[in-house]
């Protein structure tokens, strides 16, 4: 199976998880294509100033790859920043944020699966 960028599309999620602005979440999936292991493989952007608010994954596990851009992250209380080529791990029970504090947009490839 292939799937074509331009059957992709964006959806805007206004304060998404309780952070501020508008994330684009661009799904590349549906559960049925992870056989049921997952909910989510696509790409996040994060325009200057927007974010996802902290939240704890409470039965599944979500993965960042950092394609462009500098973030701050909070993972489970500790803020750091990412860069491109940085990868984000919270494993089930673990809570997390990211919010694009630059003046760029960020761009996240974000795989969730249940744990």
Same mark, same amino acid.
């Given at each position: 199976?292939?799937?074509?960028?331009?059957?992709?599309?964006? #959806?805007?999620?206004?304060?998404?998880?309780?952070?501020?602005?508008?994330?684009?979440?661009?799904?590349?999936?549906? #559960?049925?294509?992870?056989?049921?292991?997952?909910?989510?493989?696509?790409?996040?952007?994060?325009?200057? &100033?927007? &974010?996802?608010?902290?939240?704890?994954?409470?039965?599944?596990?979500?993965?960042?790859?950092?394609?462009?851009?500098?973030?701050?992250?909070?993972?489970?209380?500790?803020?750091?920043?990412?860069?491109?080529?940085?990868?984000?791990?919270?494993?089930?029970?673990?809570?997390?944020?990211?919010?694009?504090?630059?003046?760029?947009?960020? #761009?996240?490839?974000?795989?969730?699966?249940?744990?």
């Amino acid at each position: 199976m292939i799937k074509k960028h331009d059957e992709f599309t964006p #959806e805007l999620r206004e304060n998404m998880r309780g952070g501020d602005g508008t994330v684009s979440v661009c799904n590349f999936i549906t #559960e049925d294509d992870l056989n049921g292991k997952g909910r989510l493989f696509g790409k996040i952007t994060l325009k200057p &100033g927007c &974010g996802i608010g902290y939240h704890v994954h409470e039965k599944d596990s979500e993965l960042f790859y950092v394609l462009k851009g500098t973030a701050t992250y909070d993972d489970n209380g500790v803020k750091s920043v990412i860069t491109a080529g940085d990868v984000t791990v919270t494993p089930a029970g673990s809570g997390h944020s990211v919010k694009n504090e630059g003046t760029e947009d960020v #761009e996240l490839v974000a795989l969730i699966v249940y744990a």
